[in-house]
């Protein structure tokens, strides 16, 4: 059976005390579906983020269907979420949670890259306001917890997961590093050579192995609700409260033979991605500075990269690949052999792919696919142009 989720119900603070997530909010009776920030009047409501309210802890359900993807609008209600609940004495505690079968898919990627619009809520910003949040928040995880899932799930206080938790920082795939912090608290959770192998390899971490690791903190049948006991025992000093951000990096640090050992592997896994030896020293960085040094540096170096020529190349066939599945006018199996026989012909895909670029533009004025993205596709996946090139009609931009 689904559970039923509430959209517009009563934002609830105390008397004395207006809600910080919406100027007019008064003390008034909650219901069994309470969803802070939202008033009675209606005149601030959230589609991205539900809530209940069990035992005095209130759960903030990430409701962004179909993988629960934490883009603009997600980061700013549950900004707006925390708030209410802070300036709320009943509750004691949050747990953050995703509806249907994961945590979160990760980030929206449409936002990489490109500027903020003013009064954007960055996922570095919500981290933090997570870490520093004066009641304790605890992530419940079931399912895939990918990219900015786990950056947020790193910057709670604890983090509880079903059987079939998958925790993930793939940014390498994308010509990126992880960002809002992740290069800095993950090592400190876990320790170097953890931290390293997740994002060397790109490689998701499951249940079992976290916990051993430290990444959770406990594996549940039921995560929500073994979330909402350690928020209490949290609150109530039963168990203790830990910001990850204050936290030393567990172990020895030989980062030489540690930066080497994992050169070596990001050059296997990701050859020729500028990406892999940047998140290396990130992480490697979080034994030797304060957090907001290593903060900084993480933030210069995903912005360096987000804006450079291989995190767009990747990004493009990144889309381009997902567009082409869904298209009701992709080419079919025998067009799609004959621009792959079209560009094979014009050579060894070698800079600056001038033959390539040619033999794709004839492809498209023949109407053998109906968008150049998709020529860019089957280059790289059928004919092996190289991907940090992003294909071949990429790579020579527009005419």
């Not at 449409?110 to 306001?129: F, I, N, Q, S």
């Amino acid at each position: 059976m689904s559970r039923k989720r509430a959209r517009r119900v009563v934002c609830v603070a105390p008397p004395a005390t207006q809600c910080s997530a919406s100027g007019d909010c008064p003390l008034r009776e909650r219901p069994r579906e309470w969803a802070p920030g939202i008033s009675p009047g209606g005149s601030v409501s959230s589609s991205f983020v539900s809530s209940t309210l069990r035992d005095g802890i209130a759960i903030l359900w990430i409701d962004h269907p179909p993988v629960n993807a934490i883009g603009s609008e997600v980061r700013a209600a549950l900004g707006q979420a925390l708030g209410c609940i802070e300036h709320d004495a009943s509750v004691r505690g949050v747990v953050v949670a995703g509806t249907g079968r994961m945590f979160s898919g990760g980030g929206d990627l449409r936002e990489v890259g490109r500027p903020d619009a003013p009064g954007t809520v960055r996922m570095a910003d919500l981290a933090r306001r997570i870490e520093t949040f004066p009641k304790p928040v605890v992530a419940a995880v079931r399912g895939k917890c990918i990219g900015g899932g786990t950056l947020l799930s790193l910057a709670c206080h604890a983090r509880v997961g079903a059987d079939d938790a998958l925790l993930m920082l793939p940014e390498l795939n994308l010509g990126l590093v992880p960002g809002a912090g992740g290069t800095q608290r993950l090592p400190r959770l876990v320790g170097l050579e953890a931290a390293l192998d997740m994002v060397a390899r790109a490689r998701g971490v499951d249940a079992a192995t976290a916990l051993a690791q430290g990444l959770l903190d406990e594996v549940a049948d039921d995560p929500v609700a073994a979330a909402v006991r350690r928020a209490n025992d949290i609150a109530s000093g039963r168990l203790p409260w830990r910001r990850t951000a204050e936290l030393s990096v567990p172990g020895g640090v030989d980062a030489g033979a540690q930066r080497a050992r994992y050169l070596d592997v990001a050059a296997q896994v990701f050859p020729g991605r500028d990406a892999g030896p940047r998140a290396i020293d990130l992480i490697l960085a979080a034994a030797v500075l304060p957090f907001e040094q290593g903060c900084e540096a993480e933030r210069e170096c995903f912005a360096q990269l987000a804006t450079g020529p291989q995190a767009r190349a990747l990004l493009h066939l990144f889309f381009a690949e997902r567009a082409l599945a869904k298209a009701a006018d992709a080419p079919d199996a025998a067009a799609r052999t004959r621009i792959a026989r079209r560009l094979r012909a014009a050579g060894e895909p070698v800079p600056p792919y001038a033959a390539w670029a040619e033999a794709a533009r004839a492809c498209l004025a023949e109407g053998l696919a109906p968008r150049a993205e998709f020529i860019d596709v089957i280059a790289v996946k059928d004919c092996g142009f190289p991907a940090l090139s992003g294909g071949p009609l990429h790579h020579a931009g527009p005419n």
